[in-house]
């Protein structure tokens, strides 16, 4: 058993609910079948398919949940797995916290399934890692890459009356180009719901041109910069930041979007409506976003609508859960299942040709938290860093570590160029202005 | 906390861990079942192996997995979460046309398990048409039937929940009344029934159990807040290692208490909460270069990130250079012999055998037995850490056993073994580091690592810092933050506590790999001394 339609997932999840003499029963049944391959120094090295199917069953009495799951689906197991999670609900001590489930909603149409993606063969994988080596073997390159696919669907239902199922495709591809004295280093990505958009030999060439002309870079001293962040290089960053917009840990005071005790007692909780950023900066979620979709409902089978989350440079909502959305009289505002940072029209070359001094960040690694209170993370730049100078790139540079918070950088924005998608969310190459490098690193 | 929201403790201080959300969860006496029985598991593994090699296959391998964990979670007075988890299947591995290919299933029907071998062979058939180098094989001796389980005293599966719950919650309470307004507690377990066979003629049979109880506290001041986390080490041991033996623990006066192979939450938790509210009060940092004495609780970490990686040999040859990075530690300056990686006090040797480690099996996952080998002799790189197929790269004939997949679905491939800096011969104590320090920082528990693709440069942080100021530690500050470059770092060691403060730490989820996989490993050292080493201050006003 792999993949499940709407039907037949309604079937055996009414069939489950009906087993159930718990106060409340939830069940989620997700699936996931996926391919892929991994090639290094111009060759293979690894590449596999997978695929499984996971029924979870949760049971409420009163203040008591149960979980417990199978991957069986015959009547036998249906019963015994409805039973032990009623079991590990009464064993269970009391969850204050406990919410009850949700009743029958209403849901956006989704846009997260391409057929094609579906119909990938082991032979189409091989294909297109051979369309990324043969130009790299051509060029006396190496290539190193990885290729997946996955189609996965997801159905939720419970003894209330909500039902709800959503299919899903994801393509991930990434590729390494380096040259073969290790000098030069070069990078590209790409990410879809539609196998048919990718191009594994084009994006490949992005990658071959950076590592080319990121040999012998120059050492620059580190300092604050104007820097160009490619979204992949800018993505993380705004992830990082999203994750920590969570309501609850502001208003218990340990988040950047607290209010400080020393501002007094009768100052508000968190920086809800504040004013924080450039009033460029629009962050929000949009399950509906025809290049980024996301799934049209939540885990819990909330529904997802789009919902800001910076606008105007202002704070508009803040992700909490059912339980603190009531502790703290505010609505239920779930997290969203994409970023959308909204961004203008110009193109990445628009962007260097139109600046005079600056560095070209293709991406950024290893990001780690330095200080949750402010915010300030610290990562390297990798794989093509360059140094632009009246409208064109210069020279390669040597790579930097950063230390540097979303916060200030999103204070600092000269200009956004067009959004493209990466890792599921649509991001904008960002200009920024005093980016902070704090020292050099010797890697390629 | 919502069902299965556990993976989402981000907010808290564990955004860096990659947690296995591959299992399925089963009821608290289902764990407890007997493991599969090992005869039918041979049945199973000969017939994928027999269909691969009807298919073509030249060589193949089955893992017949069960992987268990449990997971509590608690907040403050609140138990969040109680979750069992059980993932089973096969795993299929084989080499056709010299090119890898591998499948997975969960359905162990003798059919299903079939077609998954045949499926393993025409992926690799598939990949072979663009195969430039066949795969070699190190050659391994067929084992025969034989079996092996981590050394437990206590299987922490059978410990009552009640148990368990009620010793994080008491963890919470002393947290609390010490100073601290907010913490998370955990208890991860982790079973992983393994069962390996290979057309080489080996049935390998291992009983693997791991723990580990982090904590994430939080105090709140008029201008911001502190967090500070665990102390404990995630071990290879069943749950004898909360038991919180006065044996193992070592107190560095005016600072923190270290933890053996036994830990006491509760003593630590309380010790949290008034190191928060003094974290709350202390000095930042004055940046500038400082000796600093690292605590094994941290320089695991450093060791992990700054010798561990660097000396996979998968790195170094490019096989990660898509997504973890290369090395600088390249083919050249290990075959100088000369290649002076730390200063001559620095030995660090790999193994897979300490006992309480994370690393600690009988046999790798390709079913090579483990052993003990040096990587930097007397500050001199001398080797690396490699598999079967890798190890003729460096003119080896023997692989070094560092094989592992982290489930039954996933392949196996190179993974880093123990990897631990050998103690003084002498055998001195922490405090006997600290005396001679005149301008220092000491500095306890990991925090904020990173670290470049190549493992130059890095930057590292820590739980508490300590001033040392003529010997002696004197207080509590904030804000550090070290920059070096490896090199550099290990060339600066200049000193190492003995055996008798020897500790090991580790790492429950380390990353590697795409489509990326978790394995656990450990690294010990004792207290040690590295010098003139630059120091930033973290805070920034925004």
């Known amino acids: 058993m792999t993949m499940i339609n709407q039907e037949t997932a309604k079937k055996l999840l009414s069939k489950v609910i009906a087993l159930s003499k718990a106060d409340e029963c939830e069940c989620n049944l997700d699936g996931r079948t996926a391919g892929n391959i991994r090639y290094a120094r111009n060759t293979v090295s690894t590449a596999g398919e997978e695929s499984d199917v996971v029924l979870v069953v949760q049971s409420t009495f009163g203040k008591k949940m149960g979980v417990a799951t199978i991957n069986e689906f015959d009547d036998v197991s249906l019963e015994k797995v409805v039973r032990r999670s009623e079991e590990l609900a009464k064993l269970a001590p009391d969850n204050e916290e406990l919410m009850p489930v949700f009743g029958p909603q209403k849901y956006l149409e989704s846009r997260t399934y391409v057929e094609s993606t579906a119909n990938v063969t082991p032979d189409d994988r091989a294909n297109a890692a051979e369309a990324s080596i043969a130009p790299s073997k051509k060029g006396k390159l190496v290539a190193s890459g990885f290729l997946e696919e996955e189609v996965t669907f997801n159905a939720i239902m419970n003894n209330k009356g909500l039902f709800a199922y959503n299919t899903a495709t994801n393509v991930d591809f990434s590729v390494t180009i380096r040259t073969e004295d290790g000098k030069g280093s070069g990078w590209a990505t790409r990410n879809y719901s539609d196998y048919k958009m990718l191009d594994t030999g084009k994006a490949s060439q992005i990658a071959i041109q950076k590592a080319k002309g990121s040999v012998d870079a120059k050492e620059m001293e580190p300092g604050k910069y104007t820097v160009i962040l490619e979204p992949a290089a800018g993505v993380q960053l705004i992830e990082n930041m999203i994750n920590n917009f969570d309501q609850r840990s502001a208003d218990e005071g340990r988040s950047f979007l607290s209010k400080k005790k020393s501002e007094g007692k009768d100052a508000p909780l968190n920086k809800l409506g504040e004013k924080m950023f450039d009033e460029r900066v629009h962050i929000y979620s949009d399950p509906s976003n025809p290049i980024a979709p996301a799934a049209p409902f939540e885990q819990n089978g909330f529904p997802r609508e789009k919902v800001d989350w910076i606008k105007d440079g202002i704070v508009k909502n803040m992700p909490n859960t059912p339980y603190w959305a009531k502790h703290s009289k505010t609505a239920y505002i779930p997290g969203g299942g994409n970023i959308i940072m909204a961004g203008g029209n110009e193109s990445l070359e628009d962007m260097i040709k139109n600046t005079r001094r600056g560095v070209l960040v293709t991406r950024l690694w290893y990001i780690r938290t330095l200080d949750p209170q402010t915010l300030l993370y610290t990562g390297l730049t990798r794989d093509g860093t360059f140094y632009i100078e009246n409208g064109e790139i210069k020279y390669p540079i040597k790579n930097f570590r950063f230390n540097e918070s979303p916060i200030v950088m999103l204070n600092n924005i000269e200009g956004l160029g067009k959004p493209e998608r990466i890792d599921g969310n649509l991001i904008p190459p960002m200009k920024i202005r005093d980016f902070t490098f704090s020292s050099l690193s010797d890697a390629v | ?542």
Not at chain 2, 100 to 110: D, K, L, Q
Not at chain 2, 199 to 211: A, F, M, N, P, V
Not at chain 2, 386 to 405: L, P
Request: glycine share 8%; charged share 25%; proline share 3%.
């Open chain 2, 1 to 542: 906390m919502e069902r299965r929201d556990f993976i989402k403790l981000g907010g808290v201080g564990m955004g860096s861990l990659m947690l296995p959300i591959s299992g399925i969860a089963v009821s608290a006496e289902q764990m407890l079942d007997k493991p599969m029985d090992v005869a039918y598991k041979k049945k199973l593994a000969d017939i994928a192996l027999n269909a691969a090699k009807a298919k073509g296959a030249t060589y193949a391998d089955a893992r017949i997995g069960r992987y268990l964990n449990q997971f509590v979670t608690t907040r403050e007075k609140n138990v969040d979460n109680i979750v069992n988890t059980e993932s089973a299947g096969i795993g299929v591995r084989v080499i056709a046309n010299g090119t890898w290919g591998f499948a997975s299933t969960s359905n162990m029907t003798p059919d299903s398990v079939a077609k998954a071998a045949e499926k393993a062979v025409a992926v690799a058939l598939a990949n072979s048409k663009f195969q430039t180098s066949p795969v070699q094989l190190a050659p391994v001796k067929g084992t025969g039937e034989v079996s092996w389980q981590t050394p437990i005293q206590k299987n922490a599966m059978e410990v009552p929940i009640k148990e368990k719950a009620e010793l994080l919650l008491e963890a919470n309470n002393a947290a609390m009344s010490n100073g601290a307004n907010y913490i998370t507690s955990v208890l991860f377990l982790v079973n992983e029934q393994k069962y390996f066979a290979s057309t080489e003629g080996s049935y390998i049979d291992q009983d693997i159990h791991r723990l580990w109880a982090p904590f994430f506290a939080t105090a709140i001041g008029e201008n911001g807040f502190k967090q500070r986390n665990g102390l404990g080490n995630p071990v290879g041991m069943g749950f004898e290692y909360l038991d919180g033996l006065e044996k193992d623990k070592i107190k560095i006066k005016g600072a923190n208490v270290g933890y053996n192979n036994s830990y006491d939450i509760v003593e630590d938790a309380a010790a949290a909460g008034k190191q928060l509210q003094a974290k709350l009060k202390a000095k930042s940092v004055e940046p500038g270069k400082y000796d600093l004495v690292l605590d094994p609780a941290h320089l695991m970490l450093t060791i992990h990130e700054s010798v561990g990686h660097p000396l996979e040999l998968d790195r170094v040859l490019g096989y990660e250079a898509n997504f973890a990075g290369t090395s600088f530690a390249t083919l050249d300056k290990w075959k100088s012999g000369k290649f002076q990686y730390g200063s001559e006090i620095v030995n660090l040797f790999a193994d897979k055998t300490q006992p309480y480690s994370l690393g600690n099996v009988a046999y790798d996952d390709e079913g090579v037995k483990t052993k003990e080998w040096d990587l930097i002799k007397d500050g001199i790189l001398v080797n690396y850490q490699a598999t079967r197929d890798q190890v003729h790269m460096i003119d080896q004939k023997e692989s070094h056993g560092c094989c592992y997949s982290q489930s039954w679905r996933d392949v196996q491939f190179q993974r880093m073994p123990n990897v631990s800096l050998k103690p003084n011969k002498k055998d001195i104590s922490a405090e006997d580091v600290i005396k001679d320090v005149e301008k220092g920082i000491y500095i306890a528990g990991r925090g904020s690592y990173s670290i470049d693709q190549q493992r130059y440069n890095f930057q590292f942080g820590g739980q508490l810092f300590y001033e040392i100021k003529d010997g002696e530690i004197v207080d509590q500050i904030e804000d550090v933050a070290y920059q070096s470059n490896t090199q550099q770092f290990w060339n600066s060691c200049v000193q190492t506590a003995g055996k008798s403060d020897y500790r090991l730490g580790g790492s429950f989820f380390d990353g590697k790999g795409q489509p990326s996989q978790a394995s656990a490993v450990s690294h010990g050292c004792s207290t040690t001394r590295f010098n003139d080493i630059n120091v930033i201050n973290t805070a920034r006003n925004v």
